[in-house]
């Protein structure tokens, strides 16, 4: 069993239009990261969110980390196909190892 | 800056066979990870090195896995024998110092081992 729950597993959308994705979980995380992971390579960290509440923004990209550090969420505004792969939150539970999801497939359509 | 090395990036074997990994992390980066990401899956820590020493093989499967990182740079995985369940993408990462699980791990594109 995975210690973070993504959802949805699958989005597919249009270019141009908006999307959220979610990392959930029982435990509470000391910080959280999100990575995008693109076919036939390695994960690429985006963000690491680490207080509880905390917004980031990161161009069209906006992450949010829970009041309760248990739950994340990213949003995409105007997704754009270069947006498309694996998008993947990993949480620290207060050391130093990482719990990854098991990933949200974003697809964006030209 | 180099990135992260993994070489063979595609391995087919047979169950019972054994196979090799090997990773370059970046330089004068001290900790070295190796996942194992199955299809479908998130990537899954199997051991994290410290410069040459290991910090965590809590979930690598010791009757079957081994690695070793000689001098504190690059590693070697091996698998003997190999199941199918190992059929996966064998992902090395590497970071400047023992993660506080803020800082960011470089992650290596992958070895994709297929068992038949």
């Known amino acids: 069993t995975q210690l973070l729950e993504q959802s949805p597993q699958f989005l597919s959308i249009q270019e141009g239009e908006n999307l959220t994705v979610y990392c959930n979980s029982s435990?509470?995380?000391?910080?959280l990261q999100w990575y995008r992971q693109e076919p036939g390579e390695g994960p690429v960290l985006l963000v690491t969110?680490?207080?509880?509440?905390e917004v980031k923004k990161l161009k069209r990209l906006t992450f949010q980390f829970g009041d309760a550090r248990k739950d994340s969420s990213l949003h995409i505004t105007a997704a754009q196909p270069g947006d498309t792969g694996l998008y993947l939150c990993?949480?620290?539970?207060?050391?130093?190892?990482?719990?990854f999801g098991a990933g949200t497939t974003v697809t964006v359509r030209a | 800056e180099a990135g992260v090395a993994q070489s063979p990036r595609y391995k087919i074997i047979e169950k019972r066979q054994s196979v090799a990994f090997w990773c370059n992390p970046i330089?004068?980066?001290?900790?070295l990870y190796w996942y194992q990401q199955i299809l479908g899956q998130g990537p899954k820590l199997l051991i994290q090195?410290?410069?040459?020493?290991?910090?965590?093989d809590s979930q690598l499967p010791k009757d079957r896995f081994s690695a070793e990182r000689l001098k504190g740079v690059d590693s070697t995985l091996k698998i003997q024998p190999a199941k199918l369940e190992d059929s996966a993408v064998y992902l090395c990462?590497?970071?400047?110092?023992?993660?506080?699980?803020?800082?960011?791990?470089?992650f290596g594109p992958g070895t994709r081992l297929t068992v038949l």
């Open positions: 090195f410290q410069n040459n020493g290991v910090v965590d």
């Open positions: 990462a590497s970071s400047p110092r023992l993660t506080s699980g803020m800082d960011e791990q470089f």
């Open positions: 330089s004068g980066h001290a900790t």
């Open positions: 990993a949480g620290a539970l207060g050391g130093y190892k990482l719990s």
């Open positions: 435990s509470v995380f000391s910080s």
């Open positions: 969110v680490v207080t509880g509440g």
